[in-house]
Nanobody
Framework: VQLVESGGGLVQTGGSLKLSCTAS????????MDWYRRTPEKQRELVAR???????NYPDSVKGRFTISRDIDENTVYLQMNSLKPEDTGVYYC?????????WGQGTQVTVSS
């Protein structure tokens, strides 16, 4: 299984970015797809989850600003990030959880300048 992420970059406070993650080689059913981030303040934080049924959840820190979505046919998950803040700076990773295990992308850097 390989996860390829893209879409990170440098943006000013209040700006937007959209991350994408495409999973290839997945032969088992996907239970949920997540986005995590690693920031200087927190070792790892779950920022968005979308289940196989399409349910989503977010922590309070990003609720109302981030939106996770997916393209089931393409095994791709997206993270639309709006109203970005400097504290959103970090490395963002996608994670795909299947019955046989979970898999991680290589990470993509998001930097929000003040």
């Amino acid at each position: 299984v390989q996860l390829v992420e893209s879409g990170g970059g440098l943006v000013q406070t209040g700006g937007s970015l959209k991350l994408s993650c495409t999973a290839s080689g997945v032969t088992d059913s996907i239970n949920h797809m997540d986005w995590y981030r690693r920031t200087p303040e927190k070792q790892r934080e779950l920022v968005a989850r979308i289940t196989s049924a399409g349910y989503t959840n977010y922590p309070d820190s990003v609720k109302g600003r981030f939106t996770i979505s997916r393209d089931i046919d393409e095994n791709t998950v997206y993270l639309q990030m709006n109203s970005l803040k400097p504290e959103d700076t970090g490395v963002y990773y996608c994670n795909v959880f299947t019955r046989s295990g979970d898999y991680w992308g290589q990470g993509t850097q998001v930097t929000v300048s003040s």
